[in-house]
């Protein structure tokens, strides 16, 4: 079983950054690609972006593209988000899962663990 445990949510204003941090359990983390999700209220929930297990072959949402970045430290089993030009589009629940396959996709349906979730708000 992997468990993931996000961290770094809170509330920043528009234009500012915040970096989400997801550390997972588990000896094959390497193995996994690493997806980020986000759900704001009333919402389904949607792709944000995944980087591969190896290499470290990213990919994003067109809606935050050049905005957002996924990064992995396999050495410390950690995966990070760091969203830089914050919009109030961007409010959301934000969630990181782990697929046990090293190709990303952009479904929820493919990723087998999911974390509790941190709250990213962005006031205007």
């Known amino acids: 079983q992997v468990q993931l445990v996000e961290s770094g949510g809170g509330l920043v204003q528009a234009g500012g950054s915040l970096r989400l941090s997801c550390a997972t359990s588990?000896?094959?983390?390497?193995?996994?690609?690493m997806g980020w999700f986000r759900q704001a209220p009333g919402k389904e929930r949607e792709f944000v972006g995944a980087i591969r297990g190896s290499p470290f072959i990213t990919y994003y949402a067109d809606s935050v593209k050049g905005r957002f970045t996924i990064s992995r430290d396999n050495a410390k089993n950690t995966v990070y988000l760091q969203m830089n030009s914050l919009k109030p589009d961007d409010t959301a629940v934000y969630y990181c899962?782990?697929?046990?396959?090293?190709?990303?996709?952009?479904?929820?349906?493919?990723?087998?663990?999911w974390g509790q979730g941190t709250q990213v708000t962005v006031s205007s």
């Open positions: 899962a782990a697929r046990e396959r090293p190709y990303y996709s952009t479904k929820v349906y493919d990723y087998d663990y």
């Open positions: 588990g000896r094959t983390f390497s193995r996994y690609a």
